[in-house]
Protein backbone atom coordinates (compact mmCIF):
# COMPACT_ATOMS: atom_id res chain seq x y z
CA UNK A 1 0.00 0.00 0.00
CA UNK A 2 1.39 3.20 -1.05
CA UNK A 3 2.37 5.21 1.65
CA UNK A 4 -0.34 8.28 2.23
CA UNK A 5 1.34 11.97 1.46
CA UNK A 6 2.10 14.47 3.93
CA UNK A 7 0.17 17.53 2.78
CA UNK A 8 2.66 19.99 5.02
CA UNK A 9 5.38 18.60 3.79
CA UNK A 10 8.19 21.49 2.60
CA UNK A 11 5.39 23.91 3.45
CA UNK A 12 7.47 26.59 5.66
CA UNK A 13 5.71 30.13 7.39
CA UNK A 14 7.68 32.73 7.26
CA UNK A 15 7.69 35.98 9.75
CA UNK A 16 7.63 39.37 8.58
CA UNK A 17 10.34 40.50 11.42
CA UNK A 18 10.04 43.89 9.86
CA UNK A 19 6.27 44.27 10.63
CA UNK A 20 5.47 46.92 13.61
CA UNK A 21 3.28 44.59 15.98
CA UNK A 22 3.87 47.21 18.93
CA UNK A 23 0.95 49.73 19.68
CA UNK A 24 1.35 53.07 18.39
CA UNK A 25 -0.46 56.85 19.18
CA UNK A 26 -1.72 58.44 15.90
CA UNK A 27 -2.24 61.98 16.33
CA UNK A 28 -5.47 61.79 16.77
CA UNK A 29 -4.97 59.70 20.00
CA UNK A 30 -2.21 61.92 21.06
CA UNK A 31 -4.30 64.86 21.21
CA UNK A 32 -7.35 62.96 23.32
CA UNK A 33 -4.34 61.99 25.52
CA UNK A 34 -3.41 65.71 26.06
CA UNK A 35 -7.21 66.32 26.68
CA UNK A 36 -7.50 64.22 29.20
CA UNK A 37 -7.26 65.14 32.69
CA UNK A 38 -7.89 63.54 36.27
CA UNK A 39 -7.83 63.46 39.97
CA UNK A 40 -3.88 63.11 41.15
CA UNK A 41 -2.64 62.61 38.08
CA UNK A 42 1.55 63.21 37.55
CA UNK A 43 1.82 66.37 36.01
CA UNK A 44 5.51 65.78 35.92
CA UNK A 45 5.09 62.39 33.43
CA UNK A 46 2.43 64.23 31.68
CA UNK A 47 4.87 67.15 30.41
CA UNK A 48 7.70 64.64 30.40
CA UNK A 49 5.65 61.52 28.31
CA UNK A 50 3.94 64.59 25.82
CA UNK A 51 7.68 65.90 25.39
CA UNK A 52 8.72 62.16 24.30
CA UNK A 53 6.24 62.21 22.11
CA UNK A 54 6.82 64.57 19.86
CA UNK A 55 10.68 64.50 20.13
CA UNK A 56 11.06 60.53 19.82
CA UNK A 57 13.30 60.80 23.43
CA UNK A 58 13.80 57.44 25.18
CA UNK A 59 13.09 57.54 29.16
CA UNK A 60 16.90 57.31 30.00
CA UNK A 61 17.29 60.06 27.81
CA UNK A 62 14.42 62.48 29.03
CA UNK A 63 14.97 61.79 32.89
CA UNK A 64 18.83 62.75 32.96
CA UNK A 65 18.00 66.50 30.49
CA UNK A 66 19.24 69.42 32.50
CA UNK A 67 18.44 72.75 31.76
CA UNK A 68 22.20 73.35 30.03
CA UNK A 69 20.82 71.00 27.35
CA UNK A 70 18.24 73.78 26.05
CA UNK A 71 20.10 76.45 23.59
CA UNK A 72 17.13 79.02 24.08
CA UNK A 73 18.56 81.50 21.62
CA UNK A 74 18.87 79.40 18.77
CA UNK A 75 15.39 76.98 20.25
CA UNK A 76 17.35 73.74 19.97
CA UNK A 77 17.24 70.87 22.51
CA UNK A 78 21.28 69.44 22.38
CA UNK A 79 22.38 65.92 24.47
CA UNK A 80 24.26 63.22 23.79
CA UNK A 81 21.89 59.22 23.84
CA UNK A 82 22.53 57.58 27.20
CA UNK A 83 22.30 54.41 25.34
CA UNK A 84 24.53 55.09 22.33
CA UNK A 85 27.58 57.26 23.78
CA UNK A 86 30.11 55.11 25.03
CA UNK A 87 30.10 52.81 21.96
CA UNK A 88 29.14 55.51 19.29
CA UNK A 89 30.36 58.44 17.17
CA UNK A 90 27.11 59.37 16.29
CA UNK A 91 25.75 59.70 19.77
CA UNK A 92 25.22 63.28 19.74
CA UNK A 93 21.18 64.70 19.19
CA UNK A 94 20.24 68.04 18.02
CA UNK A 95 16.12 68.61 18.10
CA UNK A 96 14.56 71.89 17.05
CA UNK A 97 12.35 73.58 19.44
CA UNK A 98 8.24 75.57 18.79
CA UNK A 99 6.98 77.04 21.15
CA UNK A 100 4.74 74.39 22.54
CA UNK A 101 7.76 72.35 23.29
CA UNK A 102 9.52 75.09 25.02
CA UNK A 103 6.29 76.37 26.67
CA UNK A 104 6.71 72.32 28.30
CA UNK A 105 10.65 73.34 29.31
CA UNK A 106 9.63 76.28 30.68
CA UNK A 107 12.53 78.90 31.45
CA UNK A 108 16.07 78.44 32.55
CA UNK A 109 16.17 78.59 36.35
CA UNK A 110 19.47 79.91 38.09
CA UNK A 111 20.90 76.95 38.45
CA UNK A 112 20.82 75.11 34.70
CA UNK A 113 22.61 71.82 36.62
CA UNK A 114 18.74 71.57 37.25
CA UNK A 115 16.48 68.26 35.73
CA UNK A 116 13.86 69.31 33.24
CA UNK A 117 11.25 66.59 34.39
CA UNK A 118 12.74 65.13 38.16
CA UNK A 119 10.95 61.89 37.10
CA UNK A 120 10.79 58.74 39.39
CA UNK A 121 11.90 55.04 38.13
CA UNK A 122 10.48 53.56 34.40
CA UNK A 123 8.04 51.22 36.23
CA UNK A 124 6.52 53.80 38.39
CA UNK A 125 6.35 56.34 35.06
CA UNK A 126 4.67 53.50 33.37
CA UNK A 127 2.08 52.85 35.27
CA UNK A 128 1.07 56.43 36.12
CA UNK A 129 1.05 56.33 31.66
CA UNK A 130 -0.68 53.31 31.76
CA UNK A 131 -3.40 54.71 33.89
CA UNK A 132 -3.84 57.96 31.84
CA UNK A 133 -4.19 56.03 28.36
CA UNK A 134 -7.35 54.37 30.18
CA UNK A 135 -8.51 57.37 31.28
CA UNK A 136 -8.46 58.89 27.71
CA UNK A 137 -10.11 56.08 26.95
CA UNK A 138 -7.63 54.87 24.25
CA UNK A 139 -7.58 51.10 24.15
CA UNK A 140 -4.14 50.23 23.77
CA UNK A 141 -1.11 48.90 25.56
CA UNK A 142 1.13 51.86 25.83
CA UNK A 143 4.21 52.04 27.55
CA UNK A 144 6.85 54.85 27.97
CA UNK A 145 8.99 53.38 25.27
CA UNK A 146 6.35 53.56 22.71
CA UNK A 147 6.30 57.03 22.92
CA UNK A 148 9.08 57.31 21.23
CA UNK A 149 7.55 54.26 18.20
CA UNK A 150 4.81 56.42 17.54
CA UNK A 151 6.78 59.68 16.95
CA UNK A 152 8.82 57.77 14.79
CA UNK A 153 5.54 56.52 12.65
CA UNK A 154 3.57 59.71 12.76
CA UNK A 155 7.03 60.89 10.86
CA UNK A 156 6.55 58.42 8.03
CA UNK A 157 2.57 59.02 7.84
CA UNK A 158 3.09 62.77 7.71
CA UNK A 159 5.63 62.29 4.65
CA UNK A 160 2.87 59.69 3.38
CA UNK A 161 0.59 62.02 3.05
CA UNK A 162 2.45 65.64 2.60
CA UNK A 163 5.96 64.55 0.96
CA UNK A 164 5.44 61.18 -0.92
CA UNK A 165 8.36 61.98 -3.03
CA UNK A 166 10.75 62.13 0.10
CA UNK A 167 9.24 59.05 1.73
CA UNK A 168 10.18 57.06 -1.29
CA UNK A 169 13.66 58.50 -1.02
CA UNK A 170 14.34 58.20 2.76
CA UNK A 171 12.35 54.20 3.02
CA UNK A 172 14.82 53.12 0.28
CA UNK A 173 17.58 53.21 2.78
CA UNK A 174 15.23 53.20 6.08
CA UNK A 175 13.22 50.83 7.54
CA UNK A 176 10.70 51.46 10.54
CA UNK A 177 12.91 49.93 12.63
CA UNK A 178 15.85 51.90 11.64
CA UNK A 179 14.04 55.47 12.16
CA UNK A 180 13.06 53.98 15.80
CA UNK A 181 16.87 53.16 16.22
CA UNK A 182 18.66 56.24 14.92
CA UNK A 183 16.43 59.22 15.76
CA UNK A 184 19.87 61.37 15.62
CA UNK A 185 21.30 61.50 12.02
CA UNK A 186 21.00 64.42 9.46
CA UNK A 187 17.90 62.73 7.70
CA UNK A 188 15.53 62.45 10.64
CA UNK A 189 16.80 65.73 12.09
CA UNK A 190 15.41 67.67 7.97
CA UNK A 191 12.43 65.05 8.80
CA UNK A 192 11.69 66.78 12.00
CA UNK A 193 11.41 69.98 10.88
CA UNK A 194 8.41 69.27 8.22
CA UNK A 195 7.07 67.97 11.82
CA UNK A 196 6.42 71.84 12.89
CA UNK A 197 3.00 72.39 11.57
CA UNK A 198 2.17 68.99 13.45
CA UNK A 199 3.72 69.93 16.95
CA UNK A 200 2.04 73.33 17.13
CA UNK A 201 -0.93 71.64 18.18
CA UNK A 202 0.90 71.36 21.75
CA UNK A 203 -0.66 73.13 24.16
Given at each position: MEESKDPCK??????????LRKDVLSPEEVQKLMAC?????????????????YCGLRFCNVKDLTFKNVDYANRLLKFEQSK????SASSGVVIP????????????????????????TYES??????????????????????????????ILNILLSHHPRMLLLFCATAT???????????????????LLPYLSTIN
Open positions: DITCKVDSQMHYDNENPTVRQAFIFCLAKEHLNDGLLSIIGEAPTDKNCLIFDLSCCKSVKRWVKRAGIDKHISWHLARHSFAVNIKSVIQDLSNTVLLNLFYL
